[in-house]
Structure formats: C-alpha cells, structure tokens
C-alpha cells in the first residue's frame, strides 16, 4: 500500500502546523529497530505502528508469562508461553497492513548486535537489564546511530536520546556519559522492586515521540536533556546535561551466557563446575537450589575459592544480580565458561 493511498489514515497528524504530507514519507522512509518487547516496547511498537513508520523490527527472546500482562499490554492470557516477537507483530501488522513488521526472535549480544542494527536508522532501546542498555549504547556509537533510550523503576521513569549527530559535527551524550557505572548498578528489575503499570505506557509513548520527532526533524529533541516523570506527584523535570559526548568507545564488552532451567540441571554436575547462589544470606536460607552461597555485595574477597573452577553458573531470584556478578567473574577470570540463570529462580520456586 503507498503512503499516497493511505492519507486519510495519517490525517490528524498530516494536519499538525509544521508536519504535512512531506513528514509524513519520512517517517514511511524510516526504519527503526525496537530491542525488547516487554513493558516499553509494547507501546512503543504501537505508535510507531500507528503513525506510519515504515519498516519496525521487533527484537526479543522471551516468551510471554502470567507477570508480564499488567504493563505489556499487546498480550493476553492467551498468549501465555508464545514468543513475545511473534505475537505482537502478527497484531502489529494487523493494525497497520501498510508498514513492514519484522520479528527477529533472538538475544541481542556481542556477536550479532553490530549486524542486527546495521540495517536500520534508528535504535528503540526497551530492555530491563544495564547489561544490554550499555551493549547498545556501546554499539550505535561505533556505528553512529541514534539510541532512544527509557528506564522505568517502581513510580519513576526516565527518557532521553542518545548520539544524536549534531550540526557542528560532534555527537550528543550518550548513556556511559550519564551513567558510567550502570552494568555495575545493582538498582533492581521490575520483577524484583516492581513497577505501576501506568509508568511504562506513559515513559513508551515518550520514547515513540522522540523517534517521530527525530524523522521528522524536530529541533527540541531530548538529545543533551534526560526526562524524569514522578508518577505518584505527576511532576516531570527536564535534566540539561552536557552538549556533546567526553566518553571514547572503541569496542563492545563481551556478553554474558544466560542459561536455561533445563540446561542447569544438566550442567552443575560436570566436572570442574561451581554453582554459586548471588543472593543475600538470608534470602538463601529462605530458599536455595543448592551451591555455595557467595552473596554479590562481597563477591570480590571469594575470589581464591573461585578460581580453580573452569565453569561458574550463577543465580539469583530474577537473574539482575547474577548477571552482574557474572561480569564481574568474566573480568576477573576471561578464561573461565560463567553463565547466568536466566530470569533467576522465583519462577520456579512453586514447582520445587
């Protein structure tokens, strides 16, 4: 279908002072990769949708569960056990037959994170974890994209775009100039500290809305600003951060492993193996399958007792903090096999 036979769709937006029918081919022109179809790729990816973006790309390994339907809202009950990626593009795609969706069900690492992004103009940057946050980051810089950046935690989300291409030359900040400790950040996932529902439709609105205005060609982007929102008093407050990047990135940090409920079961008793519980001492005694408990506040004065081990697993209860620790043992010991439990425990916990 042509954008021309499709104006009556885009009228309302067509009509805005300054937008017109020239705004409207380029955002059908533009190509944007969403990472993460969970709490803010879903409302993300339904704008973008819904406003016309031409081609959408959809990123995401996981599948839909009972907790995610609260926030992320492209999936119902039925859904439960499908792929998040196939699901909500077969609805995408419905919504609006005159874009092109794609769904790419796989982990955004290391090794393919540079060929994934190549083809698109524009990074959406929807994930849960600092791991992945700072890949991409990482990875638009070298390839001198744009990342529209969101965070949301309990009441309080955050959005911003970062390297932007500015006039003179230089790049915006990027998410290493705001937060350069972020993969070491232990600020817990939603699973674990929670978050209102409202929260990520209000931050995922804000991220599609810089994606148009980036297409479109808005001089008052969020590039150089951080937006906060404060969903209990309803106040929002734009942060000025430098105008330009001070932070050189010249390679990506290597991911992590995650691995699967069924492929710990079957790897903690090979030979040379470790399995270390990352959680505080008490949340181990509470409830633990098994393996030494090596709380993460204090991992780095175990190192003797780990280093004679070729294969380390970790886990914790959602899998935030044995992803830390898993960096932090990957740095210490580089010729080490270290994985991390994926989504951790808890989601077990009644079938044990």
Same mark, same amino acid.
């Not at 009441?155 to 390297?163: A, L």
């Not at 960096?327 to 044990?352: C, Q, T, W």
């Given at each position: +279908? *042509? ?21 409207? !081919?380029?955002? !059908? ?36 569960? +009972?907790? #995610? $339907? !609260? ?12 792929? *998040?990626?196939?699901?909500?593009? %077969? ?22 994170? +540079? ?6 103009? $524009? ?23 744009? $990342? ?25 900040? #990027? ?26 439709g209000v931050v995922g609105c804000m991220q599609a809305n810089e994606v148009i205005k980036y297409f479109t060609r808005s001089k008052d982007l969020l590039a150089g600003k951080l937006w906060l929102m404060d969903m209990m008093s309803g106040k929002t407050t734009i942060i000025k951060l ?20 069924? %492929?710990?079961? *079957? *790897?903690?008793? %090979? ?16 409830? #633990?399958i098994g393996g030494q408990n090596l709380p993460l506040d204090n991992l780095e004065s175990h190192w003797d007792e780990i280093a004679d081990f070729q294969q380390i697993i970790l886990y914790c209860a959602s899998g935030n903090r044995s992803s830390k620790a898993a960096r932090m043992i ?23």
């Amino acid at each position: +279908m *042509k954008t021309e036979e499709n104006w009556e769709r885009y009228h309302c937006q067509i009509a805005l002072p300054g937008f017109g029918k020239e705004s409207q !081919h380029l955002l !059908h022109n533009a190509k944007v990769l969403i990472v993460g179809a969970g709490g803010l790729g879903c409302p993300v990816a339904q704008y973008l949708t819904a406003a016309g973006i031409g081609t959408i790309g959809i990123a995401d390994n996981d599948f839909v569960s +009972m907790s #995610n $339907l !609260h926030r992320q809202i492209l999936y119902t009950p039925d859904d439960i056990g499908s792929l *998040k990626v196939n699901v909500s593009s %077969e609805k995408l795609q419905r919504q609006n037959p005159g874009i092109q969706i794609k769904a790419l069900p796989l982990r955004v690492t290391s090794e393919n994170v +540079m060929d994934l992004i190549a083809d698109y103009d $524009l990074i959406v940057e929807g994930t849960d974890n600092f791991e992945t946050k700072c890949l991409l980051n990482d990875a638009c810089v070298l390839a001198g994209k744009p $990342l529209v950046y969101g965070a949301i935690y309990q009441y309080e989300g955050q959005v911003s775009i970062w390297n932007v291409l500015q006039d003179d030359g230089s790049y915006s900040p #990027n998410y290493r100039d705001v937060f350069p400790d972020a993969e070491s950040s232990q600020v817990p996932n939603c699973s674990e500290g929670g978050v209102i529902p409202t929260l990520a439709g209000v931050v995922g609105c804000m991220q599609a809305n810089e994606v148009i205005k980036y297409f479109t060609r808005s001089k008052d982007l969020l590039a150089g600003k951080l937006w906060l929102m404060d969903m209990m008093s309803g106040k929002t407050t734009i942060i000025k951060l430098k105008k330009q990047t001070s932070t050189p990135i010249v390679s990506l940090n290597e991911s992590i492993q995650p691995i699967t409920w069924e %492929e710990l079961d *079957k *790897k903690k008793n %090979e030979p040379a193996t470790l399995l270390i519980d990352v959680r505080s001492e008490e949340e181990h005694q509470i409830f #633990n399958i098994g393996g030494q408990n090596l709380p993460l506040d204090n991992l780095e004065s175990h190192w003797d007792e780990i280093a004679d081990f070729q294969q380390i697993i970790l886990y914790c209860a959602s899998g935030n903090r044995s992803s830390k620790a898993a960096r932090m043992i990957k740095k210490a010991f580089p010729d080490s096999a270290v994985y991390s439990l994926k989504n951790g425990i808890e989601p077990h916990r009644n079938g044990l």
